[in-house]
C-alpha cells in the first residue's frame, strides 16, 4: 500500500502539523493531541527535514506557516476531514428518538428504567422531554410521547394503555412515628397534606377514612389538616420522602421509596381516577420500526411492576 500511494509521512507527524498549523502554537496543538509540547515541536522538525522545506517561521513569541506550510495545511487538513468522513459512514451514529412525557412520569418511572433500555437499544439514542405542556409532535419534532388522562388525544394518533392510574396515600415512617397514624387518631390534625395539580384528596379521604370520630365528610377531614400545594407529583412525592406531610401519588411512583422504607403507604384503600397513562404517537412514522420497539420496551416495563 505505500508503494501504491508512494512514499508519505507518519500519520503522528501530520497530526501534529495539522493541529499546530490552526494554533500557531505548538503548546496549545500538544495539550489538543494529549502529547508534550516537545514531542509536537520534534514531529514537526521531522516533517520539515523530510519534505526537504520550513513549514515555519519561529518568531520569539509566536509561529507563522510559510507559504508552503499554508498550501499543506489546507491539504492535510481536507485529508483529515475526508478519513474522519469515511470512518463516521461505516460507524454511524445511533437514530436519535425524542419521547415526550410528564416530569414525574420521567423522575418516578421511567428514568430508573433506562439501563435496562440502553443495554437491549444500543442502537437509539433518546432524548426525554419531560414537560407538563402538551408537545406538539411536528412543531417539537417528538417521536413517542407518554400522556397523562383520557383518550382521545386527537386524530391521526395510535393510542395504547401503558396503565391505568392507581394513587394511594403514603408518608414517611418518621412522620407517623412523630404524629401519629391517621388510621388510628381519626383525623389528620397536626398532619399537612401534599396536593399535587391533580388533588385527588378529597375522594381519597371519602374511601379511606369514612368512619372517622369526626363527621365522616371529606371537607371535615380536610379542614384540620394543613395543606401544601405543588404543580408536580414528583415533588410532593419527594416532600414526603423528607417528612413534611402525607403525598397522593400513583402505586408504580412511589414503589422504589415504600420497598426501600423511606415511605410508607397509610391505608390499604386505592384510587382509581379513571384516567391512565397513554402511549401516543403518529400513525405515520418516520421510523416506524425503532418507534415500536419503544413502544414494546414501555408497555414490557409496564406489565413487570401490575
Same mark, same amino acid.
Given at each position: 500500500? $505505500? ?86 459512514? !461505516? ?87 412523630? $404524629? ?82 423511606? !415511605? ?43
Amino acid at each position: 500500500m $505505500t508503494e501504491a500511494f508512494g512514499r508519505l509521512p507518519s500519520l503522528n507527524a501530520l497530526r501534529a502539523f495539522e493541529a499546530a498549523s490552526r494554533h500557531l502554537n505548538f503548546r496549545v496543538a500538544a495539550e489538543e493531541l494529549g502529547v508534550t509540547q516537545g514531542a509536537v515541536a520534534q514531529q514537526i522538525r521531522g516533517l520539515e527535514a523530510e519534505l526537504g522545506m520550513k513549514l515555519f517561521e519561529r518568531h520569539p513569541r509566536t509561529l507563522s506557516l510559510t507559504e508552503n506550510g499554508r498550501r499543506y495545511a489546507g491539504s492535510v487538513r481536507r485529508a483529515f476531514e475526508l478519513l474522519t468522513e469515511a470512518t463516521q459512514a !461505516l460507524r454511524p451514529e445511533p437514530l436519535r428518538l425524542t419521547i415526550s412525557v410528564t416530569p414525574t412520569f420521567a423522575a418516578k418511572w421511567l428514568i430508573p428504567r433506562l439501563p435496562a433500555f440502553l443495554a437491549t437499544h444500543p442502537d437509539i439514542d433518546l432524548r426525554i422531554l419531560a414537560t407538563d405542556r402538551l408537545s406538539h409532535f411536528q412543531a417539537d419534532a417528538v417521536d413517542l410521547a407518554v400522556r397523562y388522562g383520557r383518550p382521545p388525544f386527537g386524530g391521526g394518533l395510535s393510542t395504547e394503555l401503558l396503565f391505568d392510574e392507581v394513587q394511594v396515600a403514603v408518608a414517611s415512617p418518621q412522620l407517623i412515628a412523630a $404524629t401519629g397514624h391517621p388510621a388510628a387518631t381519626g383525623t389528620l390534625r397536626g398532619h399537612a397534606l401534599l396536593h399535587d395539580a391533580h388533588n385527588a384528596w378529597p375522594q381519597f379521604l371519602e374511601r379511606a377514612m369514612p368512619h372517622a370520630s369526626l363527621p365522616s365528610t371529606a371537607q371535615a377531614l380536610l379542614s384540620t389538616a394543613k395543606n401544601i400545594r405543588f404543580n408536580q407529583t414528583a415533588l410532593a412525592i419527594d416532600a414526603a420522602v423528607a417528612g413534611q406531610g402525607l403525598a397522593l401519588a400513583h402505586t408504580d411512583f412511589i414503589a422504589p421509596d415504600v420497598a426501600a422504607g423511606r !415511605l410508607v403507604r397509610l391505608f390499604d384503600t386505592e384510587l382509581r381516577t379513571g384516567a391512565g397513562f397513554y402511549i401516543v404517537s403518529p400513525r405515520r412514522q418516520r421510523h416506524a420500526g425503532q418507534v415500536g420497539n419503544v413502544r414494546d420496551w414501555l408497555l414490557q416495563q409496564a406489565r413487570m411492576t401490575s
